[in-house]
């Protein structure tokens, strides 16, 4: 199990920009792709983007295509996601997660066993 804790949410004003990060633990972390998804309020969680283990390979939602960077640094076992013209419609409590086994890129909750707690976007108009 891979323990995972997400930093850098907060308030700001739509096109501006954020940057996460998601400090993992626990295990081999350079072994296992990565993702981040998100929530709103009253709605689903949904995918954002997903990262292979060595970073090679990335995929995003159409949502943030364009917008949104995820990258990772396997010395310091943290994965980022750069958000840039943000919209109102990107506020979200946005989780970091771990595919459940190695070398396993995933686009599906299902494909994660590990989650962090979460840190709040909120973007104004």
């Known amino acids: 199990q891979v323990q995972l804790v997400e930093s850098g949410g907060g308030l700001v004003q739509a096109g501006g920009s954020l940057r996460l990060s998601c400090a993992a633990s626990?295990?081999?972390?350079?072994?296992?792709?990565m993702g981040w998804f998100r929530q709103a309020p009253g709605k689903e969680r949904e995918f954002v983007v997903t990262?292979?283990?060595?970073?090679?390979?990335?995929y995003y939602a159409d949502s943030v295509r364009g917008r949104f960077t995820i990258s990772r640094d396997s010395a310091k076992n943290t994965v980022y996601l750069q958000m840039n013209s943000l919209k109102p419609e990107d506020t979200a409590v946005y989780y970091c997660?771990?595919?459940?086994?190695?070398?396993?890129?995933?686009?599906?909750?299902?494909?994660?066993?590990?989650w962090g707690q979460g840190t709040q976007v909120t973007v104004s108009s």
């Open positions: 997660a771990a595919a459940t086994r190695p070398y396993y890129v995933g686009v599906y909750e299902a494909d994660f066993g590990s």
């Open positions: 626990g295990r081999t972390f350079s072994s296992y792709g």
């Open positions: 990262i292979s283990w060595n970073g090679a390979y990335t």
